[in-house]
Every structure is written in structure tokens, then in C-alpha cells.
């Protein structure tokens, strides 16, 4: 049987949308101000350390998110803070995997003269300690402290894996006592 001229034409429109790229996923980055507003509204944070003795160590604590930074406080002999003393370097993580954010930054013990009085307010604003109902406080006794000032950090929505993948650079650190200025946005890929 004869082959048409509309076969042939079929077939080379085929032909042609085979060679053609496949479009590519449309880019749904994600805003700055979505991602601070779930790290202040955040009510756990996973602190993630390690050591060279015992290896990772994860754990949640609350904290707050003040002027860039977040600031939360473990007992003195934990093993965060013991992991702390030996290496600054941490990775904080949100509970949702779902709409992650994860930050990678050095966390740092701050005395209470340096820390802004704003770190307390929103502490005491946000958690009320459960047996009291009375206002959080981030010091109990001898705990110090931290100020974890992010380097890298990433976040996406799972519904939207991986087109809102977005990688966030933070400026130059500051001394905790200045509000460290926003990150750059960029989009990342998988695998990143």
C-alpha cells in the first residue's frame, strides 16, 4: 500500500517531537518572607550537632527566631551543648518535612548582657511552661544561651518537589547583637 502524504506528514511531525526538548518544569521558588514567618511560628526546632566521640546527635528544642538568628537554650551538661563546646557548626531543621526548612549556620553560647531584650519577650510570648501555665522563660538556671547564625539553608513544598526547591545564602555574620540582614534566594535543583 502507497504511503499518503498526510502518513508522511504525521510522521515527520512525530519525528520532530521526538527531537524537541522536553519542556521544563515551571519554577516555583519560595519567598523569604513565607520562609522567616514559619521559622518565628515554629514550636520545636531539631538542633542537629556532633561530636567526634559519639557521632550525630539530634534533638528538639524551642527556641525563637529574633533578628536573624535563632536562639534557644539547652542545660549546661547536655550533649548538645557539650557537642557545642567542642564544634560550633549545627543544622537546624522545622518538624515538617513537607514544607521543609533547613538551616546549616554555627551556634554560639551568648551572655545575657548581649543577648537583644527581644530574644526574651518572644520567648515569654510564645511558650508558657506546661505544669504553671506561667510565661516561658529561655534561661532555667545555669543553661546557657545559643545564637545559631545560619549560613545555608534550604526549603520547598512537597507538592511542589522539586520545582520549589530553593537554596538561601545569608550574608557575612554579624556580632549577635546586630540583626543579620536576609539571605539570598536561588533555586536549587535535585539532586542537589
Known sequence: MAETETDAETADAETEALAEPAPQPVRIPMAWPEVRTRLAGARNYWICTASPDTGPHAMPVWGVWVGGRLWFSTGARTRKARNLAVDCRVSVHLESAAELVSLQGT???????????????????????????????????????????????????????PESMTRWRFPEAAHVTHELGEPTGEVASYPA
Do not use: N, Q
Open 107 to 161: 551556634a554560639e553560647p551568648v551572655p545575657s548582657a548581649d543577648r537583644p531584650p527581644e530574644v526574651d519577650a518572644a520567648y515569654a510570648a510564645k511558650y508558657a511552661m506546661p505544669r504553671t501555665g506561667d510565661p516561658g522563660t529561655i534561661v532555667i538556671g545555669d543553661s546557657p544561651v545559643f545564637a545559631v547564625t545560619p549560613h545555608l539553608g534550604f526549603s520547598w513544598f512537597e507538592g511542589a518537589f
